[in-house]
């Protein structure tokens, strides 16, 4: 699929120091495709999910968002569960694998060194999640943990401390949209228990609702 210009920008490199990791990575990882990863799903759907950035051996591998590594396997088998997608895997890019209703994006769209973008690096990316929340189609917007909440609130210019980052909180907008947090579904979050299934499926839970009483209104 390709994406609005403003959304996405292949080309992009706002950020020397990603640039030059990219390069090295793609240096030991041939096939990895290493460049900025665009958003997948629908494009006029109503749930966004917006995660950290492109894991190493996951999307900064295959191009697709949480596609190849450990974060994409609860994501993808909870998305089947409640009907936002066509299977329980998303196993490479061409997979045939579709989204209902629902787009996948990053809040930094290349991968950065120990998964943890500069700030200044988060400014630079974050004109793109700002063009993605400003969809006028938009009604719940899933951050994938605090650093995607953080992003969120700085591409609608609203202030940190109005919206605090709880497990399944969830915030009226001024504009409307409802922003709902999870906990990051990543290998270390499942491992330890601090996300669990069940607990992701009650945020699903919470987003089945929100979409459903906006269908009602």
Request: charged share 20%; hydrophobic share 35%.
């Amino acid at each position: 699929m390709k994406w609005p210009k403003q959304w996405y920008d292949q080309n992009c490199r706002q950020c020397p120091r990603l640039v030059q990791y990219l390069q090295a990575v793609k240096a030991r990882h041939e096939n990895y495709t290493c460049k900025p990863v665009p958003p997948f799903g629908e494009e006029e759907a109503q749930l966004l999910i917006v995660g950290l950035a492109p894991g190493k051996h996951g999307a900064n591998a295959t191009g697709r968002p949480f596609t190849g590594d450990h974060a994409g396997i609860l994501l993808y088998q909870t998305l089947y569960k409640f009907g936002f997608a066509s299977a329980p895997v998303s196993a490479h890019a061409n997979d045939e694998l579709q989204l209902y209703n629902c787009r996948i994006t990053n809040a930094v769209k290349c991968l950065p060194p120990q998964n943890k973008p500069l700030g200044e690096e988060q400014k630079n990316c974050n004109h793109f999640l700002q063009a993605e929340v400003m969809q006028p189609h938009l009604h719940v917007i899933l951050a994938l943990g605090q650093f995607a909440h953080r992003a969120i609130l700085r591409a609608f210019n609203l202030k940190l401390s109005q919206y605090q980052f709880a497990h399944n909180a969830g915030h009226a907008l001024d504009n409307g949209l409802i922003l709902i947090d999870s906990y990051h579904c990543s290998r270390y979050n499942t491992h330890t228990r601090r996300l669990t299934e069940p607990m992701f499926d009650d945020v699903f839970q919470r987003i089945h609702y929100e979409l459903a009483k906006i269908a009602r209104d």
